[in-house]
């Protein structure tokens, strides 16, 4: 099968078209063959070497496809079943926090940048008829991670206001429409006003351009909403006190990412005397990506997609990626 590999960290010309052998099924596992694949953040800091992965590595988290062959012990499946794929890998049992075995599809494992993939038969669930190849290759990890902040984690109420940081990643995308699905107020933020416009007219009631507010961006948040925010999505790390300090009394604050800086200096007192809770989260469980399933099935909104590509053009759409270019999710086409 064709794939795109990986052998040593570097740009995005470290990921390379290869012809690699066709995986086979073991037991409890399936072979699917994919139709699409989608990027991630996550995917840049592989590519790049921040976490230490066996190479070669064929990157990618999110996909969907045909099933093509089913191993050993496998019931519930059926060779041309349409699937999606859940690209947490051994959640464990409990609901509140991934389990010591727990890893992210794409790194250790081998990825969805391929033809085929193989994967637990676990892993796989029917594929929403209404969505796309495109459309459902780019929902599990992004939709996954803003359905666990959002619901799991921050456990929003209709009524309250979200405000969702760095509105055009997929994750923000995602948890502007689920939040507003939910009955919320979503406040976002961008550098980008026209990425702010793209925003409103996916349902967004407040866009805040953080470069032209400077540090005083949380006080023009608040100054939007009165009080402050209930709830802040923030994927950025560098941005946590801005985040606090945005918040309405007894406001959550979750955070999934360190997109801007891995280090994080705060002062207590906003926090204590706000009764502001910061949230830590990642991902999510079957459980909870059941749930989100179940929500696409029965909302109307759909993923929102950038661009598509070929497979062979991975580092094309690396490039946009990290580029930060992108309003939505970078998808890469897997012909037939």
């Given at each position: 099968?064709q794939?795109?590999?990986?052998h040593?960290?570097?740009?995005?010309e470290?990921?390379?078209?290869?012809?690699?052998?066709?995986?086979?099924?073991?037991?409890?596992?399936?072979?699917?063959?994919?139709?699409?694949?989608?990027?991630?953040r996550?995917d840049?800091?592989?590519?790049?070497?921040?976490?230490?992965?066996?190479?070669?590595?064929?990157?990618?988290?999110?996909?969907?496809?045909?099933?093509?062959?089913?191993?050993?012990?496998?019931?519930?499946l059926?060779?041309?079943?349409?699937?999606?794929?859940?690209?947490?890998l051994?959640?464990?049992?409990?609901?509140?926090?991934?389990?010591?075995?727990?890893?992210?599809?794409g790194?250790?494992?081998?990825?969805?940048?391929?033809?085929?993939?193989?994967?637990?038969?676990?892993?796989v669930?029917?594929?929403?008829?209404?969505?796309?190849w495109a459309?459902?290759?780019?929902l599990?990890?992004?939709?996954?991670?803003?359905?666990?902040?959002?619901?799991?984690?921050?456990?929003?109420?209709?009524?309250?206001t979200?405000?969702?940081?760095?509105?055009?990643?997929?994750?923000a995308?995602?948890?502007l429409?689920?939040?507003?699905?939910?009955g919320?107020?979503?406040?976002v933020?961008?550098?980008?006003?026209?990425?702010l416009a793209?925003?409103?007219?996916?349902?967004?009631?407040?866009?805040?351009n953080?470069?032209?507010?400077?540090?005083?961006?949380?006080?023009?948040?608040?100054e939007?909403n009165?009080?402050?925010?209930?709830?802040v999505?923030?994927?950025?790390?560098?941005?946590?006190?801005?985040?606090?300090?945005?918040?309405?009394?007894?406001?959550?604050?979750?955070?999934?990412?360190?997109?801007?800086?891995?280090?994080?200096?705060?002062?207590?007192?906003?926090?204590?005397?706000?009764?502001?809770?910061?949230?830590?989260?990642?991902?999510g469980?079957?459980?909870?990506?059941?749930?989100?399933?179940?929500?696409?099935?029965?909302?109307?909104?759909?993923?929102?997609?950038?661009?598509?590509?070929?497979?062979a053009e991975?580092?094309a759409?690396?490039?946009r990626?990290?580029?930060?270019?992108?309003?939505g999710?970078?998808?890469l086409?897997?012909a037939?």
């Amino acid at each position: 099968m064709q794939a795109i590999q990986m052998h040593e960290p570097g740009g995005p010309e470290v990921l390379v078209a290869q012809t690699v052998p066709d995986p086979q099924a073991g037991p409890g596992e399936v072979v699917v063959e994919l139709r699409a694949a989608a990027l991630n953040r996550r995917d840049v800091f592989v590519r790049k070497g921040v976490a230490k992965l066996p190479l070669p590595l064929i990157p990618g988290s999110d996909g969907a496809g045909v099933v093509r062959h089913i191993g050993a012990g496998v019931t519930g499946l059926s060779e041309g079943d349409e699937v999606i794929i859940l690209p947490s890998l051994s959640w464990g049992a409990d609901q509140r926090a991934p389990g010591r075995g727990f890893r992210i599809l794409g790194g250790p494992d081998d990825g969805t940048y391929a033809e085929m993939i193989r994967i637990p038969a676990e892993n796989v669930y029917p594929k929403p008829a209404r969505l796309s190849w495109a459309q459902a290759a780019a929902l599990p990890l992004a939709g996954l991670t803003a359905w666990r902040a959002l619901m799991t984690r921050a456990r929003i109420i209709p009524g309250e206001t979200v405000l969702v940081l760095g509105i055009g990643g997929g994750v923000a995308t995602f948890a502007l429409h689920l939040a507003k699905a939910a009955g919320c107020r979503v406040v976002v933020t961008s550098s980008s006003d026209e990425k702010l416009a793209r925003a409103r007219d996916l349902g967004a009631d407040v866009g805040v351009n953080y470069a032209d507010a400077g540090d005083d961006w949380p006080r023009v948040v608040r100054e939007a909403n009165g009080a402050g925010v209930d709830v802040v999505i923030d994927s950025v790390g560098s941005t946590w006190a801005g985040s606090i300090d945005a918040c309405a009394p007894g406001g959550r604050v979750v955070v999934f990412g360190g997109t801007g800086g891995a280090a994080v200096q705060l002062a207590v007192r906003p926090v204590t005397l706000g009764q502001v809770a910061l949230l830590g989260t990642t991902m999510g469980s079957p459980v909870e990506f059941t749930r989100l399933l179940a929500a696409v099935d029965a909302q109307e909104w759909v993923p929102v997609i950038d661009s598509t590509r070929p497979l062979a053009e991975a580092a094309a759409a690396h490039e946009r990626e990290e580029a930060g270019l992108h309003f939505g999710k970078l998808v890469l086409e897997i012909a037939t």
